[in-house]
């Protein structure tokens, strides 16, 4: 009997593969056809579960190559060339970086701008989860050449973006609802962070504290497995030098509280100096009327230019924050024009200092003049070296006993904590790289304090402001989440009757006659919207015939209270509701009437979106 259930499975396999191969709009690859076949075979959680293995590990080895590129290119400049042909490399890659990064963008890519964290978080709010293909791959070749020519910024944020796309696309193309896209989507950024970090943990934590803020979700299997693959993936494949790992560091002891407590006040507010700076840097290159290889050039020059009076800006910086954690912070001087200078303890106290004034310059100028990266890599980078500058001068003030190694390490959480407002994602990714559970207590107070300074300054990310505030992502505030996800065109009511304005009451009768609308727009000679007729404000005079031929329209029209532009986002179109205590609003753009809105039709929609979206 078990021997005929097998063939049974196997004939419905093949017949399967006959049916998908006859009838699908084109051929499928045989491992689609595979798992088309589970797809209709398991159930709901177990073909999560096999998802979430598959794009893990696809997202993971993105995650691992990019890695693991960058850092052989890194490795033959700073390690195989001797200081002064580093110079050379320093002055001419991130200037070719960003430029070259650029024409590929404009050349192959259309131009596309919207790029990093937000653009996933865009694409969740406003595209139902959906990301464009081409971000499997551009993300990935864009940052590669950026950061991998020692563009100051980060890989991460690309690693996420291309693991979103790739769980996105996926799901996609196996006909997945928004709730499972949305969760596959995460589950690829959530193996490419894990990937980047060899930490599981940490990449859960960014996708419960950034991704899918806003998003109700009891489903966590396909997240756990997926960080689970794209970790063990860079365990197994990636060596030890190329790890974000730590391994000298002190245990914690509570008698240096007071010098994390100083610490966590000195990265809250430098957080916030770097986020003012990035906004600075993004409102100078948006506001040149250049264009985007002019932009790319002036980018270049510049970092460029920093990076060959500061060698560590070059790249991500990893290699020097370990130095720095190791114990080995001379080692940074020595690559760099300030060997020459006498004090050397002196003089390695204002280097670091300078560093992390300029880090942030660096990797926005970077990121907004053309190239591709993120400010995962850079918050740490720069978190380090902070709390590096901060045990430094405790030393050169006389303190004893300072925990070098554990402040710098609980600084690259602080900082991070407060630049991406993600204190959990900051403390596990700490912990986990570092073997440090022990440290839980610091991190805690850092990454808990800087946050709560930023969240002062901003309640809302900077980074996702504006589009919070214009509706295009979520945010903790679920009303709002539900109602962004209302498009004007579901709502509109199109099918409006018009008329001019100096019609005779008998032509607005003729036209009542054949039409259902309770209200008839009223137009001018050049067709712009002039005002409203009621059926209830005429419904006295529309049975005196002896009036159809000695009034007119523009007696009978009334302007309305207010109208909704067809760019207003439905926020602003309930508070004009509400302002006016009306039921049905004009929509128009430039003056020309485009249709009818309805207070009953919003409600409509939001309570369908509540039912769609939220846990039933």
């Avoid at 990064?101 to 919207?114: A, E, H, L, N």
């Avoid at 990454?447 to 945010?475: D, H, Q």
Wanted: charged share 15%; with cysteine; hydrophobic share 50%.
């Amino acid at each position: 009997m078990s021997q005929f259930n097998h063939l049974r499975k196997y004939h419905g396999f093949f017949k399967f593969k006959r049916d998908f191969e006859t009838y699908s709009l084109k051929k499928a690859r045989s491992y689609e056809i595979v798992i088309h076949w589970l797809h209709s075979k398991l159930s709901r959680n177990q073909f999560l579960l096999l998802s979430g293995i598959l794009v893990g590990c696809g997202a993971g080895m993105a995650g691992v190559v990019l890695k693991m590129l960058v850092h052989y290119i890194h490795y033959v400049i700073t390690n195989k060339v001797h200081f002064n042909t580093q110079v050379f490399f320093y002055a001419i890659f991130p200037f070719l970086g960003i430029v070259l990064t650029t024409i590929i963008v404009v050349v192959f890519f259309k131009g596309q701008s919207r790029k990093g964290i937000p653009a996933i978080l865009h694409e969740i709010a406003q595209n139902s989860s959906l990301i464009p293909p081409v971000k499997m791959y551009s993300q990935v070749l864009q940052s590669a050449i950026t950061v991998g020519l020692g563009g100051s910024a980060g890989l991460e944020s690309p690693i996420a973006v291309t693991g979103a796309a790739l769980g996105s696309n996926y799901a996609r193309n196996y006909h997945l609802p928004y709730k499972e896209r949305t969760l596959l989507l995460a589950a690829g950024a959530t193996a490419g962070i894990a990937s980047a970090f060899n930490a599981p943990i940490a990449g859960m934590m960014f996708a419960f504290e950034i991704l899918l803020t806003g998003v109700v979700f009891s489903d966590f299997m396909p997240l756990i497995v997926a960080a689970v693959c794209g970790s063990l993936l860079s365990k197994i494949i990636m060596q030890e030098d190329v790890l974000f790992h730590f391994q000298s560091r002190s245990a914690f002891n509570y008698h240096n509280v007071p010098f994390y407590i100083l610490l966590s006040l000195l990265c809250g507010f430098y957080a916030r100096y770097y986020v003012v700076v990035s906004q600075k840097v993004e409102h100078f290159f948006h506001g040149l009327k250049w264009s985007a290889i002019r932009r790319a050039i002036l980018g270049g020059i510049i970092v460029s230019i920093l990076c060959v009076a500061m060698p560590p800006l070059f790249g991500e910086g990893y290699t020097d924050v370990k130095a720095l954690a190791n114990g080995h912070g001379e080692t940074i001087l020595q690559n760099s024009f300030f060997r020459y200078i006498p004090a050397q303890s002196q003089m390695l106290l204002i280097f670091t200092g300078v560093i992390c004034l300029f880090k942030a310059f660096a990797s926005a100028i970077t990121i907004q003049s053309g190239g591709n990266g993120g400010n995962f890599a850079p918050s740490l980078f720069a978190g380090g070296f902070l709390g590096y500058f901060f045990a430094l001068l405790c030393g050169q003030l006389g303190f004893i006993d300072v925990p070098v190694t554990n402040l710098v390490l609980v600084g690259m959480a602080g900082v991070m904590s407060g630049v991406m407002y993600a204190p959990l994602t900051a403390i596990f990714l700490i912990a986990e790289s570092s073997s440090g559970y022990d440290l839980f207590i610091p991190l805690m107070i850092v990454a808990t304090v800087s946050y709560l300074i930023g969240k002062w300054f901003s309640p809302i990310s900077p980074e996702l402001k504006a589009l919070a505030e214009e509706g295009k992502v979520f945010t903790r505030a679920h009303d709002k989440n539900i109602l962004s996800l209302i498009r004007m065109e579901d709502i509109l009511e199109t099918d409006i009757q018009a008329i001019s304005k100096n019609a005779p009451l008998r032509q607005l009768i003729d036209l009542i006659k054949v039409g259902d609308s309770s209200n008839i727009a009223v137009v001018n000679d050049k067709g712009n919207f002039e005002g409203l007729i009621a059926l209830d404000n005429i419904r006295p005079i529309m049975f005196n015939p002896d009036l159809y031929d000695t009034m007119n329209v523009r007696q009978l029209m009334k302007a309305p209270p207010v109208v909704v532009d067809i760019d207003d986002n439905i926020e602003v179109v309930i508070k004009k509701f509400d302002a006016v205590n009306a039921w049905h609003l004009p929509v128009v753009k430039d003056k020309k009437l485009l249709g009818m809105i309805s207070k009953s039709r919003i409600l409509n929609q939001y309570r369908k979106l509540l039912q769609e979206y939220s846990e039933i």
